[in-house]
């Protein structure tokens, strides 16, 4: 019965410290979690619905600014330069945990929040120019109207 609460007792802990989201202790991933070894591999999970997310998000981006070579270069430069921030910022939020079996976790929640709020500002990217209310404002958008969608959706 002890090695059962161990990892409920680790997660509260990380949670509760700031380790893991708020909303990771009502993942079904980690509730089962037995060991440190399936907490990672829940936060690679999770990790990989972000990264998924994003993609997905991206890839629209580029779509949408198709036939504007200037936007898909800026994007694509402002992608590759918020990776190296992501790997950089994650390096440093987690150095205290580098060697240890936890790291991973951190690691990866810490990679999962950054894109989680990448995915944000990506969705407010796409939504500029359908929520503007009048011509100027959607002009002023980085990611103009969808043709097919017209100026409401």
Wanted: hydrophobic share 40%; net charge neutral.
């Amino acid at each position: 019965m002890k090695a059962r609460r161990l990892p409920a007792l680790v997660l509260g802990l990380a949670a509760a410290c700031g380790a893991l989201p708020v909303w990771a202790a009502s993942d079904s991933c980690y509730d089962k979690a037995q060991t440190q070894a399936d907490l990672n591999a829940c936060s690679a999970e999770n990790l990989k619905r972000s990264d998924a997310e994003l993609n997905q998000l991206y890839r629209q981006i580029l779509v949408r600014l198709s036939g504007d070579q200037p936007a898909q270069a800026a994007l694509t430069k402002a992608q590759r330069a918020w990776m190296d921030f992501r790997d950089q910022e994650c390096r440093f939020v987690t150095l205290r945990t580098a060697g240890g079996s936890i790291h991973p976790m951190m690691l990866n929640e810490c990679r999962a929040r950054i894109a989680r709020n990448r995915v944000s500002d990506l969705r407010d990217d796409l939504a500029c120019a359908t929520s503007a209310t009048d011509d100027q404002m959607a002009a002023e958008c980085a990611v103009p109207v969808n043709p097919k969608e017209g100026a409401t959706q």
